[in-house]
């Protein structure tokens, strides 16, 4: 059982920069994948960026590549994800996501967080 928790989204204009976390907890954290999707108002849920379960392996979808960074802090078990330059299509509900033994791009997760709005006005 993994537990996510995610915080720092929030509001703000065109051109500016937001910085989300993500920890996750329990006994076997260490050994998932950990990545951020993101959902807008009427379309589905999209794999944005992730760190495989080792940390070494990184990707992103290609709409952010540039101007989002993934890091992972192994020791704290914890995902941030830098994102610069946002615009009004970042605008969404952004999920943080746990895959056992996971790679750096995942289709689908294991665990979800419960979600942070993003909201990115122009």
């Known amino acids: 059982q993994v537990q996510l928790v995610e915080s720092g989204g929030g509001l703000v204009q065109a051109g500016g920069s937001l910085r989300l976390s993500c920890t996750a907890s329990?006994?076997?954290?260490?050994?998932?994948?950990l990545a951020w999707f993101r959902q807008a108002p009427g379309e589905g849920r999209g794999f944005v960026a992730g760190?495989?379960?080792?940390?070494?392996?990184?990707a992103y979808t290609d709409s952010v590549k540039g101007r989002f960074t993934i890091t992972r802090d192994n020791a704290k078990n914890t995902v941030y994800l830098q994102m610069n330059s946002l615009t009004p299509d970042d605008t969404a509900v952004y999920y943080c996501a746990a895959k056992l033994f996971g790679g750096a791009w995942l289709s689908d997760a294991d665990y979800w967080g419960q979600g942070t709005q993003v909201t990115v006005s122009s």
């Open positions: 329990g006994r076997t954290a260490s050994r998932y994948a």
């Open positions: 760190k495989g379960w080792s940390g070494s392996n990184t």
